[in-house]
């Protein structure tokens, strides 16, 4: 079950930067939080797409080299999105469903509120807060900060959800 932070009293977004975390992007040795596998999150995603009616459930994909994260492609009353879910600090997300991985972050309150295990809930406008290089500078070090430096990100989602190689 979702962890709720808090953020609703001060505004979404006030709570966005606490999202940008060292580890977080998987550069210089962020391990994977044991209590998720590929296995349970295909079984989380399972129950989430049928105890939401109108949904439906695609393939599901484990974090590899370049993506630190889980993530399926949902259907949810025709409306076609990806759930993500972060494999070292669990933050689930919604995004908007394009085949370059160019994710607009939404909210998706039905999927999220069935969607169990531990998992804290990212909403979108926390990931769609716009970074400065000062606040990643400020965050990070080693070799995240180097490759924030070359890509570049955003928003918060860009660091949190990046798929850089």
């Not at 977004?13 to 992007?25: C, D, F, H, I, K």
């Not at 459930?57 to 370049?66: I, V």
């Not at 409306?79 to 394009?98: G, K, S, V, Y």
Request: a neutral charge; aromatic letters at 10%; hydrophobic letters at 40%.
């Amino acid at each position: 079950m979702a962890r709720s932070r808090g953020h609703e009293g001060r505004g979404a977004a006030a709570g966005a930067l606490e999202l940008v975390r060292p580890g977080l992007t998987g550069f210089g040795g962020g391990r994977f939080d044991p209590r998720w596998d590929l296995a349970g999150f295909r079984s989380a995603c399972h129950a989430m797409a049928r105890a939401v009616p109108r949904t439906t459930l695609g393939p599901c994909e484990g974090p590899h080299a370049s993506a630190a994260y889980y993530r399926a492609r949902v259907d949810h009353e025709g409306r076609p999105l990806w759930l993500l879910l972060h494999a070292i600090q669990p933050l689930l997300a919604f995004a908007e469903w394009d085949q370059r991985l160019d994710y607009r972050f939404v909210d998706a309150p039905a999927l999220a509120a069935a969607f169990f295990g531990p998992h804290e809930l990212a909403g979108a406008a926390r990931l769609e807060t716009r970074l400065t290089p000062q606040d990643w500078e400020r965050r990070l070090s080693g070799q995240e900060l180097e490759q924030a430096r070359h890509w570049r990100p955003e928003r918060v989602g860009d660091l949190v959800f990046c798929w850089w190689d």
